[in-house]
């Protein structure tokens, strides 16, 4: 990941063409998003140091808890914008990256090098469980919204909405309780990370996990800010935006070290990374988000119908292909088919 | 379940309520549902012993088809009734509370006791592609004609219903030939019963039976008679009482003997149990209630949009989650969860 | 396929109904159907042979690629009819016939023989994963565009359909550098077929095969010509022709293949055969088609929700049953029940 680096460039650009009042809203949102790319990096890096401090329970759990914390910050400064369709969008938007595009190019790009790649069926089968009970719990109020059209009034969504949240992190808790206490044995050694060789410091990683939340959070500052404008500007709905790009540009990190980690032959590092990323989507961030906006003004749970096919469509898929604990590049390329589909649907709508 | 024995108690009160003109419908509900939940227990151990004189084969086919006769006497007066809302909506009530409530719950219980329980994969996945044609030959003519909005007349449906009927009770037939026939051997010796001990003598057993079914029709009578005006004194719609309520009701019985059997480790009796019991439930109570609503006023078997995606949910995260012969606690969780999002789903509309 | 001999007489009955100026339009349909199934056989054959003469690697593409060569001739004549319908439901409803009504009497027949019959799971499991994500990839844009209404102009349907067809095309294409390349191990021997002897010779094969094609293309000129006023005359819908009659015609040669493959306990070839020919239908042959129709009037590739739903359920049905790698009579029957299930919905709308 070291080209990942040369993109801390864009922070000081960014800022500079901010403070200098320049208008352009495309070229800010491309400046803001490069920016994030190696923050977001870096984020992961720091965490990980700081778990490996915690020792392998605290930090696993730091791990799973604060992966997603770049789609947080975006996404609660997006929330006090008042972009909730553009929030929504990225979560629905953030598991088919993960599920789809993330996954399908490991497979891909690992079955170039390596006939068939193995990963851990058992743990990758109660992800995919898990999966499955995540997108069924956070559409089951949108498909009951959808098919009584706008009886009810706003208020019950919210409430729906609300106890769907709690009900998703209480599981969510109940999964790392699963993992890391009471069945940590069928995950075997991964999480176990007592080999793994400090780089930074503590105080140092500490120092750097501060700094890149500050400063992704004034990027996300910038990037929320050129969102409205930039679809004005160049004719992309919001929705677009919001399912396809901000995705991409949350998961850069992720994506490349799941390339990498097929690269390597660990294939069970890389699923876990796109199917882990996608739960910790729906069942930490999403009901986190519920909760924060409460505090502004309620967001409902309530995807739209493209986000609902697109959401069961790729859990499904993905369960299926990863079922056999085994995988080759053409199941990867079709993972990628399904996600490329679907993105160009969203472009053209 | 030794537990359900002080539950006759309501049997008298409800007798005398009913008899002295008690008016409110919410302690009718009440006594007469709890009074059923005992007789449904009691009709199920006179089965069970008849079965035992009849042999292993009469007694499986006597066992797999009186297993459900509580929700079918219910089902009978509530169609005489009229109550055809509530009828469809028991029937998917029965489903989902079977697959993921009494499930869950058996996983959920057994698997705090046991780390890992397993069960027979072969034979589970049979009842679970059975139960995946039944729910979509079940569906079919809803999903249908929820496309086509209601420019057909109505005596179209019912054909279509009465045509569905027939194929999934010969499908019914030919899964008991295939279970107790010609594939006996796949389901081990649970169906053999050849080592199991009588209680009762066998005239005891059927006056016991005769007794049962009598007072269950009382009870259902009563019951079926303050569904209306419950629903209308408390503010629950009569759907949530049909999909939530009765099927709790009907299956109390069933669910305590699954979660005991989780508690001793025979996980391949809950869980057959549970699927066992939908598959009744799709393949031969819903087709016999069709034929009798024939008698009255014909029913169609078209369940609205909320019931079919309950179904399809519920069908889809069972399979999942038995597919791999084996279950711990948390799956037992998921399955619980995706319950209780639809029960507090249906609640709130 | 003896009794497909017989067929032949009734290629010159049809044409010299056509040239007498014979109107009834149910007799010509009919007769015209009976002309094809004999043709279809003796196209199937003749590409097997030059297949064989051709090498392994050619003649699987050979064979692979002209299976469908009836569905394609009798499509590309109704396109340029304008029966854009009657095409579309053709497509829905050979994958339909394919996967439930041709595997489903392969696995019954054969399981009246033998108690249970396997096949290759892997190669199977690859086979499903791809057509659960042809099904998607064909069916996103149709479910797409049913969920806004039309609010889009019709240029965008056609840029979209024709975008779904590159990548579904490039999927078929890498689908078989899969199974003819990169891994053709996992297909067994089956593919290599040097063991295979020829009947006939090279010229003679090609011979056949350019008659074979001519006479199909004629009386499928005569099929197309019938289904308008056959449909009005009988007053059976187009749709019902385009999704249960023509792919009967269309598959019957395959259909009779694979049930003998069945009774020969030969379960791989069987499943191949109705999976393989499912895929290219949704990989080749419709995507072949959206682009023929640019050259005629482009015909979009959106489904009516009602092919959308039998195409997802026969797949869901399909996969679960195939993939334990084992069937038995029982899961034959269900397959066919879902089919008549279907076929009986149809018929009444």
Redesign the interface.
């Known amino acids: 990941m070291k080209w990942l680096k040369f993109l801390f460039i864009f922070i000081p650009i960014s800022i500079v063409l901010e403070v200098s009042g320049f208008h352009n809203p495309l070229v800010l949102f491309i400046v803001s998003c490069l920016s994030i790319i190696p923050l977001a990096g870096l984020m992961g890096e720091a965490t990980e140091e700081i778990s490996v401090y915690a020792g392998s329970r605290v930090g696993g759990f730091l791990n799973a808890t604060f992966g997603n914390a770049t789609e947080l910050i975006i996404s609660i400064l997006a929330i006090r914008a008042g972009l909730f369709d553009v929030v929504k969008a990225s979560i629905a938007g953030s598991v088919l990256g993960n599920t789809l595009l993330v996954l399908g190019a490991s497979m891909f790009v690992g079955g170039l090098k390596y006939?068939s790649q193995k990963f851990n069926k058992?743990a990758i089968?109660?992800s995919?469980?898990?999966l499955?009970?995540a997108v069924?719990?956070l559409c089951?109020?949108a498909?009951?919204m959808h098919?009584?059209d706008s009886k009810?009034i706003s208020t019950?969504y919210e409430?729906?909405s609300v106890?769907?949240a709690v009900?998703?992190l209480?599981?969510y808790i109940?999964?790392l309780v699963?993992s890391f206490y009471?069945?940590k044995d069928i995950y075997g050694t991964e999480h176990d990370g007592s080999d793994k060789e400090t780089k930074w410091s503590l105080k140092f990683s500490i120092l750097v996990l501060v700094i890149a939340t500050v400063l992704i959070a004034v990027e996300s500052e910038f990037l929320v800010g050129s969102v409205e404008p930039m679809s004005k500007a160049i004719g992309l709905s919001e929705f677009f935006v919001g399912i396809i790009l901000i995705p991409i540009v949350g998961n850069a990190a992720e994506h490349s070290t799941a390339i990498i980690m097929a690269l390597k032959n660990k294939m069970d590092v890389a699923v876990e990374i796109s199917i882990g990323s996608s739960l910790q989507i729906i069942l930490f961030v999403a009901p986190i988000l519920i909760f924060i906006s409460l505090l502004f003004r309620p967001m409902s749970i309530v995807f739209n119908?493209?986000e609902l096919?697109a959401l069961i469509?790729s859990i499904?898929?993905v369960?299926?292909?990863a079922?056999?604990g085994e995988c080759?590049?053409?199941?990867g390329?079709?993972?990628m088919?399904?996600y490329?589909?679907?993105a160009?649907?969203f472009f053209?709508?």
């Open positions: 006939k058992k089968g109660m995919t469980n898990m499955l009970l069924i719990g089951i109020p498909i009951f098919s009584i009810l019950r409430s729906l106890a769907v009900i998703l209480i599981v109940l999964g699963f009471t069945h119908e493209f096919i469509s499904f898929i369960s299926k292909v079922s056999d080759n590049w053409l199941e390329v079709q993972l088919s399904v490329l589909i679907i160009i649907a053209i709508i």
